[in-house]
């Protein structure tokens, strides 16, 4: 299974046309051009057009294009997954999942529509019964059909509806946000953390990064630009990372060691299974460095512009 870095996603509201624009030049690793929370009532069919339009004519390169429609409850939803079927990004993001009915609600809609096979679905994570749900939601990946490839946390729609405070270290989400990483773990998904509000915070919002790499998250949604550089550092591996993981995959392939669960490394006790969190940790990090030329050229474009 190819890795792919998620280290940054960032929200790009689907009514800015400059915003779907400059998205093409941005060193994020996924973007995501938003129906939902980033577009009023009164423009949802403008932004639809103008998405599709954008996904048409190309050009993201190789980042990853996720499309958020609007909620399953809405009178918007059906035409926006009609929009996306035509334009074929890689995901579409629903939001508001709160139970595994929904995805497989969605999975029939998808199938009738002859959608392209390789768009693969992400739920949102953002209501109060969704933190209840959400082993069974993360099960639906089991039936192929709902595409199910990964969790987006809603931790503003979360605090929102919880009434719990969104305060530094987030101590009154942990429990919500190990949960959904135990969960997506345990069915083979990818999960993304939400976004950190306070653009002014510069060493609050890179704490913040760390934070949710230390957690296991992929890596953060984001909603700004400004944002990125410093969220693809704390998702990174660090070069003494890739070094030491180097080691313990070199170690376990020596002929004297293949068939040994438990090895010795500079008077480290090391088991197998290090070493297959190694050879994860060398894997991205030699994703990251196919996208460093082309990360590098956009980060001065950005720059520049």
């Not at 969104?166 to 083979?188: K, S």
Request: aromatic residues 4%.
């Amino acid at each position: 299974m190819t890795i792919r870095p998620r280290r940054s996603v960032l929200y790009m509201p689907g009514s800015n046309a400059r915003a779907l624009e400059k998205a093409r030049e941005l060193p994020a690793d996924g973007i995501i051009l938003d129906l939902e929370d980033a577009v009023a009532p009164d423009v949802k069919a403008m932004a639809r057009d103008l998405i599709k339009k954008s996904l048409q004519n190309g050009g993201f390169g190789d980042r990853e294009v996720f499309v958020r429609i609007n909620g399953l409850d809405t009178r918007w939803w059906v035409d926006d997954l009609h929009a996306v079927a035509d334009a074929r990004p890689d995901a579409v993001l629903v939001p508001k999942i709160s139970d595994p009915h929904q995805l497989q609600d969605l999975a029939a809609r998808i199938v009738d529509m002859g959608t392209d096979p390789h768009i693969r679905v992400w739920a949102m994570m953002e209501t109060p019964l969704a933190m209840l749900n959400v082993a069974h939601i993360a099960a639906a990946a089991l039936d192929s059909e709902t595409r199910l490839a990964g969790f987006v946390m809603g931790t503003n729609d979360l605090a929102k509806d919880t009434r719990a405070r969104i305060v530094p270290g987030r101590a009154p989400m942990l429990p919500w946000l190990t949960n959904c990483v135990a969960a997506a773990r345990a069915f083979g998904l990818d999960i993304l953390d939400g976004v950190y509000n306070d653009l002014g915070n510069a060493e609050g919002f890179a704490q913040e990064c760390r934070q949710a790499r230390d957690l296991g998250f992929d890596g953060k949604t984001l909603i700004h630009p400004k944002q990125i550089e410093a969220c693809n550092e704390a998702f990174s591996p660090a070069p003494e990372e890739v070094e030491a993981a180097q080691k313990i995959i070199a170690a376990f392939d020596l002929p004297e060691n293949r068939g040994k669960g438990v090895i010795q490394i500079e008077g480290r006790m090391v088991e197998r299974l290090h070493a297959d969190m190694a050879r994860r940790t060398v894997e991205i990090a030699d994703a990251i460095a196919q996208r460093q030329p082309a990360e590098q050229h956009e980060t001065a474009k950005a720059a520049n512009s």
